[in-house]
C-alpha cells in the first residue's frame, strides 16, 4: 500500500505529465489522485504554474473536499474529480486537460469516432462527448458519468476532456493518447470523411492491446 507522501509525488508526477506534453498551458488543467483506504484524494493547487511545483504542494482533501494537508487551495475542478471517486471506485487517477485537438471535438459538441486503431486499442470505443452545463455543484461530474462509457475518456462540450484509470499515471496516458488520436482525426477530417472501424475490428484491437501487449509481469 503506497503512502500518502507516495501518493504525492505520484499526482505531481500526473501534473508535471500533462505540462510537459503540452496538454496544458499556464495554470489549466489538473491530475488528481484518491488513497481509497484512508479516504484521501490528492489534488494540484489552484492557478500555480506547473514548473514551479513540488510534490509537497499538492494538496490533501477528503471526499468531501476538506482540505487536510498542504499550504494552498486546491483546483477549482476538485468538486468534479470528487464527484467521479464518489460513485466510480474503480477510478484511482483523474486528469483533466483543454487539450486544443481533443477540445477542438468538445467544442463542436462531437464524439471521437473509432476511426483508428490506436484509438480501439486505448480506448475500446468511442470517445464520447458529454452536453456543455454550468460550474455549479456536481453538475460537470454528473455530465461525466452520464456520458461514461468504456472508454477512460470523456470530452465536455465546449470545455475540454477529462481521462481516468486505476491511476493517476493511467489517467496521464490516457490524456495523451487522447490527444494523440484527437490530432489524427482532426486533420483527416480536414482533407475528407473518414469511416469507422467495424465492431468486430474495436474488439479486436482492444482484447490484443489489453491481454498480449508488451510484457508480462513474469518476463
Given at each position: 500500500?503506497?503512502?500518502?507522501?507516495?501518493?504525492?509525488?505520484?499526482?505531481?508526477?500526473?501534473?508535471?505529465?500533462?505540462?510537459?506534453?503540452?496538454?496544458?498551458?499556464?495554470?489549466?488543467?489538473?491530475?488528481?489522485?484518491?488513497?481509497?483506504?484512508?479516504?484521501?484524494?490528492?489534488?494540484?493547487?489552484?492557478?500555480?504554474?506547473?514548473?514551479?511545483?513540488?510534490?509537497?504542494?499538492?494538496?490533501?482533501?477528503?471526499?468531501?473536499?476538506?482540505?487536510?494537508?498542504?499550504?494552498?487551495?486546491?483546483?477549482?475542478?476538485?468538486?468534479?474529480?470528487?464527484?467521479?471517486?464518489?460513485?466510480?471506485?474503480?477510478?484511482?487517477?483523474?486528469v483533466h486537460t483543454h487539450s486544443n485537438y481533443?477540445?477542438?471535438?468538445?467544442?463542436?459538441?462531437?464524439?471521437?469516432?473509432?476511426?483508428?486503431?490506436?484509438?480501439?486499442?486505448?480506448?475500446?470505443?468511442?470517445?464520447?462527448?458529454?452536453?456543455?452545463?454550468?460550474?455549479?455543484?456536481?453538475?460537470?461530474?454528473?455530465?461525466?458519468?452520464?456520458?461514461?462509457?468504456k472508454a477512460p475518456a470523456v470530452l465536455l462540450?465546449?470545455?475540454?476532456?477529462?481521462?481516468?484509470?486505476?491511476?493517476?499515471?493511467?489517467?496521464?496516458?490516457?490524456?495523451?493518447?487522447?490527444?494523440?488520436?484527437?490530432?489524427?482525426?482532426?486533420?483527416?477530417?480536414?482533407l475528407g470523411r473518414p469511416k469507422p472501424l467495424?465492431?468486430?475490428?474495436?474488439?479486436?484491437?482492444?482484447?490484443?492491446?489489453?491481454?498480449?501487449?508488451?510484457?508480462?509481469?513474469?518476463?
Amino acid at each position: 500500500m503506497a503512502t500518502l507522501e507516495e501518493l504525492c509525488r505520484e499526482v505531481w508526477a500526473a501534473n508535471l505529465g500533462i505540462y510537459r506534453a503540452g496538454l496544458v498551458t499556464m495554470h489549466s488543467g489538473n491530475a488528481s489522485g484518491i488513497d481509497r483506504r484512508r479516504g484521501r484524494v490528492v489534488i494540484k493547487p489552484s492557478g500555480m504554474d506547473y514548473e514551479t511545483l513540488k510534490p509537497s504542494d499538492m494538496v490533501v482533501t477528503d471526499l468531501e473536499g476538506r482540505k487536510l494537508r498542504g499550504r494552498w487551495n486546491p483546483s477549482v475542478d476538485l468538486p468534479h474529480h470528487l464527484y467521479l471517486y464518489r460513485h466510480c471506485p474503480e477510478i484511482g487517477g483523474v486528469v483533466h486537460t483543454h487539450s486544443n485537438y481533443a477540445t477542438s471535438f468538445a467544442l463542436l459538441g462531437r464524439p471521437i469516432p473509432v476511426y483508428l486503431t490506436a484509438i480501439a486499442d486505448e480506448f475500446g470505443e468511442a470517445i464520447p462527448c458529454a452536453p456543455y452545463t454550468d460550474n455549479v455543484g456536481d453538475h460537470i461530474g454528473q455530465a461525466i458519468l452520464k456520458a461514461r462509457g468504456k472508454a477512460p475518456a470523456v470530452l465536455l462540450a465546449h470545455h475540454g476532456a477529462f481521462t481516468f484509470g486505476p491511476t493517476p499515471r493511467a489517467a496521464l496516458k490516457a490524456a495523451v493518447m487522447l490527444e494523440d488520436v484527437a490530432k489524427t482525426c482532426h486533420l483527416a477530417c480536414l482533407l475528407g470523411r473518414p469511416k469507422p472501424l467495424p465492431p468486430e475490428e474495436v474488439r479486436k484491437w482492444y482484447e490484443r492491446y489489453h491481454t498480449t501487449y508488451g510484457q508480462s509481469k513474469q518476463r
